[in-house]
């Protein structure tokens, strides 16, 4: 292998596949990048074996070839070198040499014929979305995702149903759902993405479409110059339905930023994990009040639509600031029956996206 190529795109590319590449494996060689060189273009290769990623990039390829290089060291020293173009040359014993600017640098790799066959699209059923949709969904539900990757339901459940699209999240905690309708009719679509693969799909470009077919082991995501490749999840996501739809008696309106930002300075008193704050709801006005011994008192003053008599409803604070950070609108809208029962938020208005209303939900239990 030789050739020449640009460096800031060649750390633009490997830079999504970084969040892919196992760091912690037994397996020393999912350490590694694989780099093949062929015609007029450098494809880079990685895989924990659950997830894979593939891009392909112009480069000037003098000799093809395959070599396998550490990822975290080989983005490191892309980052941090002068040059504009980066020169790779393969020499024996799985071993390249890298030129940029005044610098040069061996780096040792191992047998590229030792590398994971990461599995390419064959014949599977297609459909296109706008990514920037996709990637609005993504958005809209990955924080909601449970931390435990040994969760039945470690990802988010993509549902494609006539011309509506959505996504939907739980960690058994809280929910988060996002839907709107789109101009192509899909028919139904309905399967689970894993959590890494939503962190790796949001990274992906601005614009275009985004090709995903799935196939019985393996969901293909295709754009532009990029593939990803995640394991199918096996399991049904848990009906959601009358979670979303119930009728609630009581509704309050608050400014978002103000919110979140009284959010963010409570949460900076509180020392315990679950950072429990009361909400004092009515006659016009939000307190948000915590008091604790050990770490102090805060109180937050906000103006809010709700005229009623004053009711008492206790959040995970941390729970209602990771939904407001999800959003850019002005108000959002608080539903609930009493103070055990579910709460509904949503954004006032929706979520303008590509000339359309997106409905996005969440739905939190008050913290006992």
Do not use: W
């Amino acid at each position: 292998m030789r050739l020449k190529i640009r460096r800031s795109l060649l750390v633009k590319e490997v830079s999504l596949l970084e969040g892919i590449v196992e760091k912690r494996s037994t397996m020393p060689i999912l350490n590694y990048l694989l780099l093949k060189a062929q015609g007029d273009s450098l494809e880079i290769q990685g895989t924990d074996l659950e997830l894979g990623g593939i891009v392909k990039i112009e480069a000037q390829v003098e000799e093809g070839g395959a070599v396998t290089v550490e990822s975290s060291k080989f983005l490191s020293l892309m980052k941090d070198m002068d040059g504009e173009f980066v020169e790779i040359v393969e020499e024996e014993d799985s071993k390249i040499e890298i030129r940029c600017g005044k610098s040069n640098y061996t780096l040792f790799g191992l047998s590229p014929d030792n590398y994971p066959t990461i599995p390419l699209p064959q014949n599977e059923e297609k459909i296109v979305v706008d990514i920037d949709i996709f990637k609005s969904l993504i958005k809209a539900v990955r924080f909601s995702i449970s931390e435990d990757q040994y969760k039945d339901v470690n990802g988010a459940d993509f549902i494609a149903e006539g011309n509506t699209l959505s996504m939907v999240s739980t960690d058994y905690s809280r929910l988060s759902y996002m839907k709107g309708n789109v101009e192509k009719n899909y028919g139904h679509v309905d399967f689970l993405i894993h959590k890494k693969a939503l962190s790796e799909l949001s990274k992906m470009g601005d614009g275009g479409d985004l090709e995903i077919l799935k196939g019985v082991n393996n969901i293909f995501f295709i754009n532009k110059n990029k593939i990803l490749i995640s394991r199918v999840i096996e399991g049904k996501f848990p009906d959601f339905g009358d979670y979303i739809h119930q009728s609630k008696e009581k509704k309050i309106v608050f400014k978002r930023e103000e919110m979140l930002k009284a959010l963010k300075r409570i949460c900076n008193i509180i020392t315990s994990r679950v950072k429990v704050v009361l909400f004092e709801i009515g006659k016009g006005n939000i307190l948000l009040n915590y008091e604790s011994a050990e770490s102090g008192i805060g109180k937050e003053n906000l103006e809010c639509s709700f005229m009623e008599e004053i009711f008492r409803v206790t959040f995970n604070a941390v729970y209602v600031k990771e939904f407001l950070e999800t959003l850019s609108c002005e108000e959002v809208a608080m539903e609930l029956n009493d103070e055990k029962s579910s709460v509904r938020f949503s954004p006032v208005g929706g979520i303008p996206l590509k000339e359309r209303v997106f409905d996005s939900f969440y739905i939190i239990m008050p913290y006992e």
